[in-house]
């Protein structure tokens, strides 16, 4: 099947959905043995084990639909393809066949600072991570002095990122990509990290822009916070969704598979 990422159909399609989802397949090679030397890898050649793998399906045949201003869950078991699913998403990883459509702008909140290098200041790294985030200089420099107020960091600014605790430069993270304006967010468990009063503030700031009729999908382990939030959830084992509908029905059936 072919692989077909941002295309477009019919207009009514789009006006209705912000993300489609069709028979979307992930699958890795995970190498059956690791050879550290030179000698090593010439001795599984003539073994014929050099390149010996073991293929892992993170997802298989996945379909759903996202509307416009819906926040949609996602929940499952460790490994049950939840990240993988949002980083094809956001375009991180690419699907081995099926089809994603999506119509808008991303926010991806999946690993927060990743791009941040530490020997920058916090300065530069707002710069550096609006930059990935897709913000312009002009719109980094107008929004900088809310990043920083948000974050309660502005007497931090001229310090290097490795001199942060991870709290700190979880914030720093928060704050700046939260700034890009999106269309739709995907958020993996973030609001997990940092203190209490940080997450309540993340929190907060989520249900804004859920009031303002953008798109969410959710990832948590936190049920009550998934069926407070989403009306419409999927249920993923083993890269396999197992359930889909209604969210209290979804996470009844999770709650089945797990005891």
């Known amino acids: 099947m072919a692989v077909e990422i941002y295309s477009l159909q019919d207009k009514k ?5 912000a993300i489609i989802v069709e028979h ?9 043995e690791r050879k550290t030397t030179v000698y ?4 599984g050649l003539f073994h014929g084990g050099s390149y010996s793998y073991e293929e892992f399906a993170a997802l298989q045949d996945i379909s759903f639909t996202v509307k416009h201003g819906e926040t949609f869950g996602i929940i499952g078991p ?5 990240s993988t699913l949002l980083k094809i998403l956001a ?8 089809r994603v459509q999506v119509n ?14 530490p020997d920058l200041t916090a300065k530069e790294n707002i710069y550096l991570y609006g930059a990935i985030m897709g913000l312009t200089r002009k719109e980094i420099a107008r929004k900088y002095e809310e990043i920083l107020e948000f974050a309660e960091l502005k007497r931090f600014e001229s310090m290097k990122l490795k001199n942060f605790s991870s709290g700190m430069a979880v ?3 928060f704050s700046t990509a939260i700034q890009t304006d999106p269309d739709i967010l995907l958020v993996d468990e973030v609001l ?4 209490e009063a940080f997450q309540r503030k993340c929190t907060g700031k989520i249900d804004e822009i859920r009031r303002d009729g953008k798109t969410i999908l959710f990832v948590s382990h936190a049920l009550e916070s998934v069926r407070e939030l989403c009306k419409q959830s999927i249920l993923l084992k083993d890269g396999k969704m197992v359930s889909s509908g209604a969210t209290p029905n979804v996470i009844e059936n999770y709650l089945k598979l797990i005891v």
Do not use: C
């Open 91 to 98: 375009g991180v990883l690419y699907p081995d066949s099926g």
């Open 171 to 173: 914030r720093l993270a």
């Open 24 to 32: 979307l397949s992930k699958r890795f090679r995970i190498p059956h």
């Open 13 to 17: 399609e789009i006006d209705d959905n």
């Open 78 to 82: 460790n490994g049950s393809g939840k």
């Open 40 to 43: 090593q890898h010439i001795a």
């Open 192 to 195: 997990a990290v940092g203190d």
């Open 104 to 117: 808008g702008k991303i926010a991806p909140f999946l690993e927060l600072g990743v791009g941040f290098q």
